[in-house]
């Protein structure tokens, strides 16, 4: 008989949380494991959660479980989750990101689930909310640690981070990068030529791209600020931004604010990543936060120039000089000063991107699956599960 696992988690949406979590319950099945997947079908992208099932996944529905904080709304979730436990009988409880993952491990604690692993996919200690609000949810951080039995992290730096905070002991960690399909992804792309035709782009500009939710956390308006100067030193540079968010009008509103409306594109949100990261000849990832930056992986795989801020994961993911540059957060001038050395420098573009090829395999889908099992069969042996 195979082990039942209940994952949870607050939304399916595109962005790497979900399709990590996606990709384990898919790997995991694959290995025999028994999974659920736990999502509130109205904070989730319909087109998500139709690609989750598609691959196998059988996703239910937490109506009640929401992203912000609400108190009426989370108990209502938190009745939920423990309802949906003791239908479904797990023998593992498998939580992922901050909201989900304190009801999730509160409701496995009252239902007496076996077996509890949480998921951060990151962490909420900066970039996001004021000091008091980061203190609490870090407090409850500590608390639902005491519940759980294995805490997986994206990278050993997520761990050093958490340990820092004072959540969890060592024992309980284990890194796991989001896997990326980086043969899949190759195999994939179209070339450098056609990318550029289907995005309207010169060929001979020096195009950056940026990837992900115009959210704040992103940092995209800091590739915007930095902008003009990368053109005062490259005229034919462009700006690419893929994906949506909130953000899209105040980036706007940035860009012609500083007269540089048509050297950027805002090509909204899209699932073919690879034929829109090809187009470039570097990728910027200005993050305030990051929890290993499964954009940077993807471009790396496709042998591209990566600049990133020395955020949360992203230091653990690109060697500074080697496989990228790294700059500090919030810098626009070293933002800029990096993507126009890129720019100015071919071998060096080169260079970087062959070695970002090989490093990329460090993340790739096989071994972060393997790595997943790993922590679920020694989880099962050592709770007695099988």
């Given at each position: 008989?195979?082990?039942?696992?209940?994952?949870?988690?607050?939304?399916?949406?595109v962005?790497g949380?979900?399709?990590?979590?996606?990709?384990?319950c898919?790997?995991?099945?694959?290995?025999?494991y028994?999974?659920?997947?736990?999502?509130?079908?109205?904070?989730?992208?319909?087109a998500?959660?139709?690609?989750?099932?598609?691959?196998?996944?059988?996703?239910?529905?937490?109506?009640?479980?929401?992203?912000?904080?609400?108190?009426?709304?989370?108990?209502?979730?938190?009745?939920?989750?423990?309802?949906?436990i003791?239908?479904?009988?797990?023998a593992?409880?498998?939580t992922?990101?901050?909201?989900?993952?304190?009801?999730?491990?509160?409701?496995?604690?009252?239902?007496?689930?076996?077996?509890?692993?949480?998921?951060?996919?990151?962490?909420?200690?900066?970039?996001?909310?004021?000091?008091?609000?980061?203190d609490?949810?870090?407090?409850?951080?500590?608390?639902?640690?005491?519940?759980?039995?294995?805490?997986?992290?994206?990278?050993?730096?997520?761990?050093?981070?958490?340990?820092?905070?004072?959540?969890?002991?060592?024992?309980?960690?284990?890194?796991?990068?989001?896997?990326?399909?980086?043969?899949?992804?190759?195999?994939?792309?179209?070339?450098?030529?056609?990318?550029?035709?289907?995005?309207?782009?010169?060929?001979?500009?020096?195009v950056?791209?940026?990837?992900?939710?115009?959210v704040?956390?992103?940092?995209?308006?800091?590739?915007?600020?930095?902008?003009?100067?990368?053109?005062?030193?490259?005229?034919?540079?462009?700006?690419v931004?893929?994906?949506?968010?909130?953000?899209?009008?105040?980036?706007?509103?940035?860009?012609?604010?500083?007269?540089?409306?048509?050297?950027?594109?805002?090509?909204?949100?899209?699932?073919?990543?690879?034929?829109?990261l090809?187009?470039?000849?570097?990728?910027?990832?200005?993050?305030?936060?990051?929890?290993?930056?499964?954009?940077?992986v993807?471009?790396?795989?496709?042998?591209?120039?990566?600049?990133?801020?020395?955020?949360?994961?992203?230091?653990?993911?690109?060697?500074?000089?080697?496989?990228?540059?790294l700059?500090?957060?919030?810098?626009?001038?070293?933002?800029?000063?990096?993507?126009?050395?890129?720019?100015h420098?071919?071998?060096?573009?080169?260079?970087?991107?062959?070695?970002?090829?090989?490093?990329?395999?460090?993340?790739?889908?096989?071994?972060?699956?393997?790595?997943?099992?790993?922590?679920?069969?020694?989880?099962?042996?050592?709770?007695?599960?099988?």
């Amino acid at each position: 008989m195979s082990v039942r696992v209940l994952h949870v988690i607050t939304r399916l949406t595109v962005g790497g949380s979900s399709e990590n979590t996606v990709q384990s319950c898919v790997g995991l099945a694959r290995a025999g494991y028994d999974c659920a997947l736990a999502v509130s079908f109205r904070e989730s992208d319909a087109a998500v959660i139709d690609g989750a099932r598609g691959r196998g996944c059988r996703v239910v529905d937490v109506p009640s479980l929401g992203r912000e904080v609400a108190p009426r709304r989370d108990l209502a979730a938190l009745c939920e989750t423990v309802a949906l436990i003791r239908r479904e009988r797990p023998a593992i409880d498998h939580t992922h990101t901050s909201k989900a993952g304190f009801i999730g491990r509160v409701a496995a604690r009252l239902a007496r689930v076996p077996a509890v692993i949480h998921q951060p996919h990151g962490h909420i200690f900066y970039g996001y909310y004021g000091r008091r609000r980061t203190d609490f949810f870090t407090a409850l951080e500590r608390l639902a640690a005491r519940w759980t039995d294995r805490i997986v992290t994206l990278t050993e730096r997520g761990t050093e981070e958490h340990l820092a905070h004072g959540i969890g002991t060592r024992r309980q960690y284990v890194a796991v990068p989001s896997g990326v399909p980086t043969d899949a992804l190759r195999a994939g792309a179209p070339t450098r030529a056609a990318a550029r035709a289907r995005l309207g782009l010169d060929a001979d500009a020096f195009v950056v791209a940026g990837l992900g939710r115009l959210v704040p956390i992103k940092g995209f308006d800091l590739l915007v600020r930095a902008l003009p100067a990368i053109l005062a030193e490259m005229p034919s540079a462009r700006v690419v931004l893929v994906g949506d968010g909130p953000d899209r009008d105040a980036l706007a509103a940035i860009a012609q604010s500083l007269g540089v409306t048509d050297r950027l594109r805002l090509v909204g949100e899209t699932a073919d990543v690879a034929s829109c990261l090809v187009a470039a000849d570097a990728v910027a990832m200005p993050s305030r936060n990051e929890g290993m930056g499964r954009v940077l992986v993807e471009s790396m795989a496709l042998g591209l120039p990566v600049v990133a801020t020395a955020v949360g994961g992203i230091p653990a993911v690109v060697t500074d000089g080697e496989s990228g540059l790294l700059v500090e957060p919030e810098n626009v001038p070293a933002l800029a000063a990096a993507l126009v050395r890129l720019g100015h420098d071919i071998g060096l573009r080169r260079k970087i991107g062959e070695a970002a090829v090989a490093r990329a395999e460090e993340f790739s889908t096989p071994v972060a699956d393997r790595k997943m099992l790993a922590v679920y069969d020694a989880l099962v042996r050592e709770k007695g599960l099988a």
